[in-house]
């Protein structure tokens, strides 16, 4: 599976800015990759102002994900602020250019943002199968509680994706776990995240990557806009999983 990482600076709470940004930087892509992922809230950066930006699930962004996927041949993932009912959630969505889609709540909400004080947290993990693979979708915080990502023998993956806006002030945790969860997990890990700074004055080096199943980097954009393809094996990922059967091993648990 060709897999494409799209790390990019963002127009603060501009949708329709980020929305035209992007149609031009990914129509380069139609037929060269099948699933392309841009960073967390992509359409207005991490943003708190949920009850003016919010759309439905039948909005402009799901729309033009559906558009963009269609056109460009390939799955997109990538996080935007979603209403649902009485309730605003940082929404992952999973688009595949038949127009079929899957949705991933964020489950841990950045306290020290508030992110808490304004979304819901999902109560469900995601898997999604696409081109033979397994896919295990996640946002940003997510990344630093290793147990909500863990292999689960009932429902294993092969991917793990990490869409992000996460500040270059805690760079070093981002470029040290993203491969640590690679490692424990023996699977493919990508990390998506924004480079420049946002309406809060927050500043953003990228430092967005994929590394393979044993932590390894495949590819990696720091300090500038950019567009990465990597071609991913899953023969070799699995072959690798039986010369070192480490998941077999692992503790047994259950969520609260």
Partial sequence: MRLTIVQTTLHWENPDANRTMLAGTLAPLAGQTDLIVLPEMFTTGFSMNAAVLAEEMDGSTVRWLREQAAKLGAAIAGSFICRDGERYHNRLVFMRPDGGFQHYDKRHLFGLAGEHKTYSP?????????MGWRICPLICY?????????QRKAEPYDLLLY????????GHHWRSLLPARAIENQCYVAGVNIVGADGNGYEYQGDSGVWDFSGHSLCQISG????????LNRDGLHEYRAQLPFLDDADGFDFD
Avoid: H, I, K, M
């Avoid at 999902?122 to 696409?130: A, K, Q, T």
């Avoid at 997510?142 to 863990?150: A, C, Q």
């Avoid at 869409?163 to 805690?170: D, G, H, K, L, T």
């Fill in 122 to 130: 999902g109560s469900e993990r995601l898997l999604v199968d696409w």
């Fill in 142 to 150: 997510d990344l630093r509680f290793p147990v909500w990502s863990r």
């Fill in 163 to 170: 869409v992000a806006n996460w500040p270059s002030r805690r």
């Fill in 224 to 231: 500038q806009a950019g567009v990465c393809t990597v071609a």
